[in-house]
Structures are given as C-alpha cells and as structure tokens.
C-alpha cells in the first residue's frame, strides 16, 4: 500500500526484516519504546534496608522468569543477603506463560517473593535497588526505560531490544541469556557495590 508504515522499536529488528525482504525502510519507522511519564518518578533515593531485587512483567518463560529464580537461589546459597520480587502475573492466552499450577509452586519458594500484578510502577521501582529483566527477546521494554526513569540500576539479557534498553557498564549490566549463573555474578556485583549501583542508576536518568 503506499501509505503503509511498520512500526519497529530496534534496529535489530528492522535489520531482520529489511533482510528478509519483507519490508521496504522507506516505509518502515524506528520508535525507540513507547516512553513513560517522567514526572511519575519522583523518589529517585534509594530506602534504606537490604537490597531488593525486582522482576517486573507477565510471568512468562521467555522473559527469563525461571532465569531470575534460579540466579535468586544461587545468591542465596552464597549466603548474599537480598530480596528477590515477582511483580506481576499469569497471562493465560499466552503460550509461555506460567499456569496455575507452576505459580503456586514459585509461591512456595522461600528465595523469592510474589508480589501480584502492580499498578504503581514508580512506587514499586523506588522500594527497590535493581531492576531484573532477562528476557529471551523484546521489542524495547517499557520496564527497562521506566527503571531508568526511576533512577535505577538494570541487569537484562544481550538480545534485542534488551541491549538498547541501556548504556552497558553506564547505567545497567548485560548478561548472556538463558545463563542465571552469569545473571547472578551480576545482580552479585551490584548488591556489594552500591555506590556503582547508584551511579548507574543516575546515569540511567
């Protein structure tokens, strides 16, 4: 159609789909995210307490929900004290979500804590030091970029969408994906460096 425009949200993707053939870049648009509402974020310090470490989306395989457990149990087991947070839930008519089932096997998990679906971002973001997120693929994920606005540090996966979610080594950590040892040396180094974790949190701002 000659009127028609594909909206992309990383470059990975429209390199993928230029190579394919299937799109034209003369009528393709790059937005990088959906953006957030700046003004919402307010309570840039970090509370005081042991570090929380948040995982905020649908509960889905692929967004590196068993990943994000997994490294939890290996800190644990290191005897490194933190919190570890589940915000969010199922999504039923997806084919990789958690069921039932799996999610009340997660709630009787003494490493991690469940906190339900969350309506308050800003809030949830500034009772926590680091935000996790490692997903197997994203477009550009909005978590990451209200965890910048937040003020906080970021460790996510080096995939698409992920990896410009950030400044690596600036204002987050990139890890490979599907490795939670990997993930957990740096969720590690970011709970016993909290001078970096907060300069990176800045930067991220």
């Given at each position: 159609h000659l009127n028609q425009k594909?909206?992309?949200?990383?470059?990975?993707?429209?390199?993928?789909l230029v190579g394919w053939g299937v799109l034209d870049i003369l009528k393709s648009k790059l937005f990088k995210g959906s953006g957030v509402m700046i003004t919402k974020f307010i309570n840039l310090k970090e509370i005081e307490g042991i570090p929380t470490v948040c995982f905020a989306s649908r509960f889905l395989r692929d967004k590196g929900?068993?990943?994000?457990?997994?490294?939890?149990?290996?800190?644990?087991?290191?005897?490194?004290?933190?919190?570890?947070?589940?915000?969010?839930?199922?999504?039923?008519?997806?084919?990789?979500?958690?069921?039932i089932e799996e999610l009340n096997n997660l709630k009787k998990d003494k490493d991690i804590e469940i906190l339900g679906y969350q309506k308050d971002i800003?809030?949830?973001?500034?009772?926590?030091?680091?935000?996790?997120?490692?997903?197997?693929?994203?477009?550009?994920?909005?978590?990451?970029?209200?965890?910048?606005?937040a003020s906080r540090a970021v460790v996510t996966t080096d995939v698409p969408g992920c990896r410009e979610a950030i400044i690596p080594n600036?204002?987050?950590?990139?890890?490979?994906?599907?490795?939670?040892?990997?993930?957990?040396?740096?969720?590690q180094w970011l709970i016993e460096h909290p001078q970096e974790r907060i300069a990176m949190g800045k930067a991220g701002r």
């Open positions: 594909i909206i992309v949200q990383n470059n990975d993707d429209l390199k993928m929900i068993y990943e994000f457990v997994s490294a939890a149990r290996l800190i644990k087991k290191r005897g490194i004290k933190a919190r570890f947070c589940l915000a969010g839930d199922i999504d039923i008519n997806n084919p990789t979500s958690l069921n800003a809030y949830l973001y500034s009772q926590s030091h680091i935000i996790c997120l490692p997903s197997y693929r994203e477009g550009l994920p909005k978590s990451l970029i209200e965890a910048a606005a600036k204002t987050g950590l990139l890890v490979p994906v599907k490795d939670p040892e990997k993930l957990a040396d740096a969720l």
